[in-house]
């Protein structure tokens, strides 16, 4: 017969040694150690609020502001993928979809602005006969556009997550799919020149809900807005992660069979990061159009969402911080090197990408905790990058 | 058995089968488990037990019947069944690494948890679970990452975290391989003390172990359930002593 005892000699602790056990007092005793890690992402968070709300708008001039502002902007679609990639393993290649949204969404409604009361777009005019479709008549109504910008992909990627998650399509198939739909969304608006503005997108708008574009205040408070988000979202994904919930969704990423037999359904779990997910990008893309000044097919196709995934693995997938630093490297390397490279900047980008992935596969982000170690501390609450696969938790079927 | 009498959350399984291609792993398979009773499922390799207890569990499709308070089992999904409280181990040890024993024990109670409330990080630690650390005996390694466990601990977690569902059938499957005699020991006393009204059915392949907990035995061979009775009955049966001493001598002799 079999007694398998081929698994304790691979345990990595080999024996529970009673040595390694803290003593019987270490039950949630607060040790400067565990208050740090329980608060030192909430201070972090202070600092990148006071360096982004306070020491950027004071410090850089209109045009890095605004740049800073952008990326912001694309920070909160990136805090997504790390929710949805880096925490729930879905490996979203098509956020840029649900960016999309939210960014036409608003840029329907500026574009009205600019048109008047009663007005039609113009490039309506230019390109078809002046009649306006009737699905933009509701996106007059300010109050509506921001019901939209969070209900439209609320609503899209619940159907969509349904549909995928719950057939359990996971891993490479769930990747295709995610990126077939960018590149579906993208062709679709580009062919659909009358109703959305064509390969051009959208684009000369003057006023914000009332606010002149051109006023440098408005423009700063626009930042504000940008930067402010990624603050609140950076809390709500802070609770999130400390929450049952960002624990259970963790436990399915790394082994979804077991967590149905502890009476989940993992499709479930899976959807509701799915699902905000999308809803972060949809608000990222609507505050992106104001401070651009311009959305198009190029802004939310599949490299674009490649390029938004790019800095989540960069700065570290799994991790709070990891996304929005990425995010904000990426755009700022973006636009430094593509000043002085024009062609070459991406092979530098997808260079860098391909040192990253293979000498540091938890990011930039995950060289913090390997500092820490140094330190000794416990370390159990956090869960750490994803691609440390645990058990499969299969049956083994015996050969 | 004394509790038999009680018995009314028992599961009842009527002519089981599970056909892989053509291949039946499970042929026919009657059986009744009956609550407070550590129930043990022996047999050789391949004889079809894990594949059972995946049947019943929403792992594999089987055809037949499994009753269980007016469910049939084997129409429903695997977490319907966790929560209708059937609950499983699996051959190797599936215990969340990376989250601490107490996360481990937190997210298995969840289950009866409303879901709006799981945006909320855990605050004091549920009695339940705090219960369960206390009967499995790692109340002291609560915050340890479940990953540094050594191998006796880790199955014992799994034991706990069957507990904190409140599982009303355990199957545990070959929970002591692999584990000292110390270790086995201490598992076989776990399962005394917690067995109560539940039904616990006991995968295993050590026979010492076996004599020494087992209420009641069903032996399996190629898919079929070849004998079933107390120790003493079973190992006085021909069949059983044919099948073990053909094909797993060790078995047989092993103490
Ligand atoms: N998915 C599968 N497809 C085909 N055959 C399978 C599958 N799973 C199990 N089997 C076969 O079914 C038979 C029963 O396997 P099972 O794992 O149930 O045996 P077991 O009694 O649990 O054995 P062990 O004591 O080795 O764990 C074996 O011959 C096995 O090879
Ligand atoms: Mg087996």
Same mark, same amino acid.
């Given at each position: 017969?079999?007694?398998?005892?081929?698994?304790?000699?691979?345990?990595?602790?080999?024996?529970?040694?009673?040595?390694?056990?803290?003593?019987?007092?270490?039950?949630?005793?607060?040790?400067?150690?565990?208050?740090?890690?329980?608060?030192?992402?909430?201070?972090?968070?202070?600092?990148?609020?006071?360096?982004?709300?306070?020491?950027?708008?004071?410090?850089?001039?209109?045009?890095?502001?605004?740049?800073?502002?952008?990326?912001?902007?694309?920070?909160?679609?990136?805090?997504?993928?790390?929710?949805?990639?880096?925490?729930?393993?879905?490996?979203?290649?098509? =956020?840029?979809?649900?960016?999309?949204?939210?960014?036409?969404?608003?840029?329907?409604?500026?574009?009205?602005?600019?048109?008047?009361?009663?007005?039609?777009?113009?490039?309506?005019?230019?390109?078809?006969?002046?009649?306006?479709?009737?699905?933009?008549?509701?996106?007059?109504?300010?109050?509506?556009?921001?019901?939209?910008?969070?209900?439209?992909?609320?609503?899209?990627?619940?159907?969509?997550?349904?549909?995928?998650?719950?057939?359990?399509?996971?891993?490479?198939?769930?990747?295709?799919?995610? =990126?077939?739909?960018?590149?579906?969304?993208?062709?679709?608006?580009?062919?659909?020149?009358? =109703?959305?503005?064509?390969?051009?997108?959208?684009?000369?708008?003057?006023?914000?809900?009332?606010?002149?574009?051109?006023?440098?205040?408005?423009?700063?408070?626009?930042?504000?807005?940008?930067?402010?988000?990624?603050?609140?979202?950076?809390?709500?994904?802070?609770? +999130?992660?400390?929450?049952?919930?960002?624990?259970?969704?963790?436990?399915?990423?790394?082994?979804?069979?077991?967590?149905?037999?502890?009476?989940?359904?993992?499709?479930?779990?899976?959807?509701?990061?799915?699902?905000?997910?999308?809803?972060?990008?949809?608000?990222?893309?609507?505050?992106?159009?104001?401070?651009?000044?311009?959305?198009?097919?190029?802004?939310?196709?599949?490299?674009?969402?490649?390029?938004?995934?790019?800095?989540?693995?960069?700065?570290?997938?799994?991790? +709070?911080?990891?996304?929005?630093?990425?995010?904000?490297?990426?755009?700022?390397?973006?636009?430094?090197?593509?000043?002085?490279?024009?062609?070459?900047?991406?092979?530098?980008?997808?260079?860098?990408?391909?040192?990253?992935?293979?000498?540091?596969?938890?990011?930039?982000?995950?060289?913090?905790?390997?500092?820490?170690?140094?330190?000794?501390?416990?370390?159990?609450?956090?869960?750490?990058?994803?691609?440390?696969?645990?058990?499969?938790?299969?049956?083994?079927?015996?050969? | 058995?004394?509790?038999?009498?009680?018995?009314?959350?028992?599961?009842?399984?009527?002519?089981?089968?599970?056909?892989?291609?053509?291949?039946?792993?499970?042929?026919?398979?009657?059986?009744?488990? &009956?609550?407070?009773?550590?129930?043990?499922?022996?047999?050789?390799?391949?004889?079809?037990?894990?594949?059972?207890?995946?049947?019943?569990?929403? &792992? #594999?499709?089987?055809?037949?019947?499994?009753?269980?308070?007016?469910?049939?089992?084997?129409? $429903?999904?695997?977490?319907?069944?966790?929560?209708?409280?059937?609950?499983?181990?699996?051959?190797?040890?599936?215990?969340?690494?990376?989250?601490?024993?107490?996360?481990?024990?937190?997210?298995?109670?969840?289950?009866?948890?409303?879901?709006?409330?799981? #945006?909320?990080?855990?605050?004091?630690?549920?009695?339940?679970?705090?219960?369960?650390?206390?009967?499995?005996?790692?109340?002291?390694?609560?915050?340890?990452?479940?990953?540094?466990?050594?191998?006796?601990?880790?199955?014992?977690?799994?034991?706990?975290?069957?507990?904190?569902?409140?599982?009303?059938?355990?199957?545990?499957?070959?929970?002591?391989?692999?584990?000292?005699?110390?270790?086995?020991?201490?598992?076989?006393?776990?399962?005394?003390?917690?067995?109560?009204?539940?039904?616990?059915?006991?995968?295993?392949?050590?026979?010492?172990? $076996?004599?020494?907990?087992?209420?009641?035995?069903?032996?399996?061979?190629?898919?079929?359930?070849?004998?079933?009775?107390?120790?003493?009955?079973?190992?006085?049966?021909?069949? #059983?002593?044919?099948?073990?001493?053909?094909?797993?001598?060790?078995?047989?002799?092993?103490?």
């Amino acid at each position: 017969m079999t007694l398998t005892t081929t698994r304790s000699a691979n345990e990595p602790g080999g024996g529970a040694d009673p040595a390694v056990a803290p003593p019987a007092h270490g039950r949630r005793r607060a040790s400067p150690a565990r208050l740090l890690d329980t608060y030192g992402s909430l201070i972090a968070i202070g600092v990148i609020a006071v360096v982004l709300l306070v020491w950027a708008p004071s410090s850089l001039s209109q045009f890095r502001l605004d740049n800073l502002g952008k990326y912001c902007a694309l920070a909160l679609a990136s805090m997504g993928i790390g929710l949805a990639w880096g925490r729930g393993g879905m490996l979203v290649l098509g =956020q840029g979809v649900f960016f999309g949204l939210g960014a036409y969404a608003m840029a329907m409604h500026m574009k009205l602005e600019a048109a008047g009361p009663g007005g039609v777009p113009d490039f309506m005019t230019l390109y078809g006969d002046g009649t306006m479709p009737s699905w933009w008549e509701p996106f007059r109504s300010a109050p509506f556009t921001i019901f939209a910008i969070v209900a439209l992909p609320a609503v899209v990627s619940f159907i969509l997550g349904y549909a995928i998650v719950k057939r359990r399509v996971k891993g490479a198939y769930f990747a295709i799919l995610t =990126q077939a739909m960018a590149v579906a969304f993208a062709t679709l608006l580009i062919a659909t020149i009358k =109703q959305t503005g064509g390969f051009n997108g959208l684009n000369t708008f003057s006023t914000v809900f009332g606010h002149n574009l051109f006023d440098p205040e408005v423009k700063r408070n626009l930042y504000r807005v940008a930067a402010g988000l990624v603050v609140v979202f950076l809390l709500v994904l802070w609770q +999130l992660y400390r929450s049952r919930y960002g624990e259970l969704l963790v436990a399915t990423r790394d082994a979804e069979e077991r967590i149905r037999f502890l009476g989940y359904d993992p499709a479930n779990i899976k959807l509701v990061a799915f699902v905000i997910a999308a809803v972060m990008a949809s608000i990222g893309g609507a505050v992106f159009v104001p401070i651009a000044g311009i959305i198009s097919p190029t802004n939310v196709d599949a490299s674009a969402s490649i390029m938004l995934l790019a800095g989540v693995a960069l700065g570290g997938r799994a991790s +709070l911080f990891g996304p929005v630093l990425g995010a904000i490297a990426v755009g700022y390397g973006r636009s430094t090197l593509s000043e002085t490279f024009p062609t070459q900047w991406t092979y530098f980008l997808g260079a860098l990408f391909i040192v990253v992935i293979v000498l540091l596969p938890g990011g930039v982000a995950s060289l913090w905790p390997k500092l820490r170690s140094r330190w000794p501390s416990p370390t159990a609450e956090t869960p750490a990058n994803g691609d440390h696969d645990v058990d499969r938790s299969q049956p083994a079927v015996p050969a | 058995m004394t509790a038999s009498f009680l018995a009314e959350d028992y599961l009842e399984i009527r002519d089981l089968t599970v056909d892989f291609d053509g291949f039946k792993a499970v042929d026919g398979v009657d059986l009744t488990l &009956l609550q407070g009773r550590l129930h043990f499922l022996i047999g050789p390799n391949g004889a079809g037990k894990t594949t059972l207890v995946d049947a019943l569990t929403g &792992l #594999v499709r089987g055809t037949g019947g499994a009753k269980f308070r007016d469910h049939d089992l084997l129409t $429903m999904k695997s977490h319907m069944i966790v929560r209708l409280g059937i609950g499983r181990t699996f051959q190797t040890a599936s215990v969340f690494e990376q989250l601490s024993v107490l996360q481990n024990l937190d997210i298995a109670a969840g289950v009866h948890r409303a879901a709006r409330r799981s #945006v909320f990080a855990r605050g004091r630690v549920p009695e339940r679970v705090e219960q369960a650390l206390e009967t499995i005996g790692l109340a002291d390694l609560a915050h340890r990452p479940a990953g540094i466990l050594a191998h006796g601990q880790k199955q014992w977690l799994e034991v706990g975290m069957l507990l904190v569902q409140d599982a009303k059938v355990m199957f545990l499957d070959e929970t002591v391989a692999g584990m000292s005699s110390g270790e086995r020991e201490e598992t076989g006393e776990l399962l005394k003390r917690i067995v109560g009204d539940r039904t616990i059915v006991v995968i295993e392949h050590d026979m010492d172990f $076996m004599r020494r907990y087992a209420d009641f035995v069903t032996v399996m061979h190629t898919g079929r359930v070849l004998a079933e009775g107390t120790v003493a009955e079973v190992q006085a049966d021909q069949r #059983v002593q044919e099948v073990y001493l053909g094909t797993a001598t060790e078995a047989a002799t092993h103490g």
